[in-house]
């Protein structure tokens, strides 16, 4: 029986980002292209502030109605249609690990069953 020994290795670009969103389409070249974003409100670009009576500084309410909202692309990724629907099934099975580890912390259970969950990874050999 033949093996294969797979090395990881960290590239110098390499960081965790956290994504609450990602963007993208299916190319041309019969590849899936996306980009991970991070949602969050944008700040004020000034301040209104009053001194009550006590001498404390206060927010005053904006007088918008129009909330502001920036999506930041984070890292844009492309995929193979192989890939792509290889991934799909991978993501679709941590999705389900996850709803298991939800589903044991409502029950009150934790420790090594969880960290069980974790290790089942499969490599994909293309």
């Known amino acids: 029986m033949k093996t294969v020994e797979i090395t990881y290795s960290t590239s110098k670009q ?9 963007y993208g389409l299916a190319t041309v070249a019969h590849e899936v292209l996306f980009d991970l ?53 991978w993501l679709g099975e941590k999705i389900k690990e996850v709803e298991r580890i939800v589903e044991m912390t409502k029950e009150g259970r934790s420790g090594e069953d969880t960290h069980e969950m974790f290790t089942s990874d499969k490599v994909i050999i293309v």
């Open 14 to 22: 390499y960081k965790r980002v956290h994504a609450t969103g990602a």
């Open 37 to 89: 974003f991070q949602e969050f409100p944008d700040f004020p670009k000034t301040e209104i502030r009053e001194i009550d009576g006590d001498g404390l500084v206060t927010l005053k309410t904006p007088t918008t109605e129009t909330i502001h909202i920036t999506r930041e692309r984070l890292v844009g990724v492309t995929m193979s249609l192989k890939t792509s629907k290889e991934f799909y099934e």
